[in-house]
């Protein structure tokens, strides 16, 4: 593990512990954390004893292995509690919509379906999306759906995809899991998804996940616009803007690290 330089490196080398015990229900010896933090052990001590100073951990006497405890669920779900995505989000959604002139949908994954949470729209929009706040459509064949079904495991997508009602939307919609695999593993490398008339004919949309602190995606966000306006040009110049805004949101939740585009 590396270590930041200064009055904070102290801080890192305690996230580093707690993070490693996180990995190890089962606790560690002081020699295991040693070796696996890079510290000296006479520092790994040090630092375990502040932690279970404030109740962040204790030692079982009868193994001698550090162990964490419910101090921080405890303090997690005060965080989480006091985390509401839409209240979080609609600030970077308003100025998506504001930056890109089209429609930006917020929408969290219920099931097989995607749920739409909120619906950002330009002061002038001149075509209306069929989509509204509340409405549902299914995973596998919305920008959003895919976007977050391209980081489940594979196990999970394919669970999702048993459990929806495969038909053709329009004349573009996926109705392979072969091809849903593909397209999901394009996603990935990537870190946005397109939805190319799968699921409204006549409206292309650019979406990404958004991510907790686990790297799980949690909702997604979506530019939608009719086919005609999204030109390559247009989808150059917005999509470095919409994987920010993911970006930023995820990092809300403790997830900072931002997909790229290619």
């Given at each position: 593990?590396?270590?930041?330089?200064?009055?904070?490196?102290?801080?890192?080398?305690?996230?580093?512990?707690?993070?490693?015990?996180?990995?190890?229900?089962?606790?560690?010896?002081?020699?295991?954390?040693?070796?696996?933090?890079?510290?000296?052990?006479?520092?790994?001590?040090?630092?375990?004893?502040?932690?279970?100073?404030r109740g962040y951990a204790r030692k079982d006497l009868s193994s001698n292995r550090y162990c964490l405890t419910l101090r921080l669920f405890e303090v997690g779900c005060k965080v989480s509690g006091a985390m509401d995505l839409l209240a979080l989000a609609r600030p970077w959604l308003d100025d998506l919509s504001d930056f890109s002139q089209e429609a930006v949908h917020l929408g969290k994954p219920?099931?097989?379906?995607?749920?739409?949470?909120?619906?950002?729209?330009?002061?002038?929009?001149?075509?209306?999306?069929?989509?509204?706040?509340?409405?549902?459509?299914?995973?596998?064949?919305?920008?959003?759906?895919?976007?977050?079904?391209?980081y489940l495991d594979s196990g999970e997508a394919e669970k999702i995809w048993k459990a929806s009602h495969i038909r053709p939307i329009t004349p573009r919609t996926i109705v392979s899991f072969r091809e849903l695999t593909e397209q999901l593993s394009l996603i990935r490398q990537q870190g946005y998804a397109i939805d190319n008339e799968e699921n409204e004919t006549g409206v292309f949309c650019l979406a990404a996940p958004i991510f907790n602190w686990r790297g799980t995606p949690i909702a997604a966000v979506s530019i939608s616009a009719p086919l005609a306006r999204m030109t390559p040009d247009v989808i150059k110049r917005i999509l470095p803007r919409l994987l920010q805004t993911t970006g930023e949101i995820s990092c809300q939740f403790g997830f900072c690290r931002r997909p790229q585009s290619e």
């Amino acid at each position: 593990m590396t270590h930041s330089a200064g009055p904070v490196q102290s801080i890192d080398r305690v996230l580093d512990l707690v993070e490693l015990l996180a990995d190890s229900p089962s606790g560690m010896l002081l020699s295991e954390l040693a070796g696996e933090s890079g510290l000296h052990i006479s520092t790994v001590h040090r630092l375990l004893n502040s932690l279970i100073e404030r109740g962040y951990a204790r030692k079982d006497l009868s193994s001698n292995r550090y162990c964490l405890t419910l101090r921080l669920f405890e303090v997690g779900c005060k965080v989480s509690g006091a985390m509401d995505l839409l209240a979080l989000a609609r600030p970077w959604l308003d100025d998506l919509s504001d930056f890109s002139q089209e429609a930006v949908h917020l929408g969290k994954p219920d099931g097989a379906d995607i749920v739409y949470l909120y619906k950002a729209l330009p002061v002038q929009m001149l075509v209306r999306m069929a989509s509204y706040v509340g409405g549902r459509n299914p995973l596998y064949c919305t920008g959003m759906g895919k976007a977050i079904l391209a980081y489940l495991d594979s196990g999970e997508a394919e669970k999702i995809w048993k459990a929806s009602h495969i038909r053709p939307i329009t004349p573009r919609t996926i109705v392979s899991f072969r091809e849903l695999t593909e397209q999901l593993s394009l996603i990935r490398q990537q870190g946005y998804a397109i939805d190319n008339e799968e699921n409204e004919t006549g409206v292309f949309c650019l979406a990404a996940p958004i991510f907790n602190w686990r790297g799980t995606p949690i909702a997604a966000v979506s530019i939608s616009a009719p086919l005609a306006r999204m030109t390559p040009d247009v989808i150059k110049r917005i999509l470095p803007r919409l994987l920010q805004t993911t970006g930023e949101i995820s990092c809300q939740f403790g997830f900072c690290r931002r997909p790229q585009s290619e």
